[in-house]
């Protein structure tokens, strides 16, 4: 967990980036995170969904393991929507485990009968 200079909470969830204030709470999605870093002036910037975010650390003991954590938990959750994304997409294509069969027996094209002939054997 981070602490900012306003008193800001940032720790990492299962879904991603929570900020936790005295006024309220706000989770980024680890899916709309594009980067993350902490710069040597201790800020941590979030660039999500083309929005920077910029928060002023005020503790510098936790700033490496917070990044590796993130990257961490990052690549565990996308790994995971991956994962989730290829069973739906299975289950989809899988069917209910039937064989539908379409015979379509009507012709499409002119009909013509076909008379047998018969020849007679006159002896």
């Known amino acids: 967990m981070l602490t900012t200079d306003r008193g800001q909470e940032i720790s990492i969830i299962d879904k991603g980036i929570q900020i936790n204030s005295p006024e309220s709470t706000q989770v980024i999605n680890f899916a709309d995170i594009d980067t993350l870093t902490i710069n040597e002036d201790n800020v941590l910037q979030i660039s999500a969904s083309g929005v ?25 959750a996308t790994n995971k929507a991956r994962e989730e994304r290829a069973r739906a997409e299975e289950e989809k294509n899988k069917g209910n485990g039937n064989i539908n069969i379409n015979i379509d027996n009507s012709s499409k094209g002119p009909q013509q009968q076909v008379a047998p002939t018969f020849r007679e054997r006159r002896e």
């Open 52 to 76: 920077v975010m910029q928060y002023q650390l005020v503790n510098t003991d936790n700033n490496q393991e917070f990044i590796n954590q993130f990257g961490i938990a990052k690549l565990n």
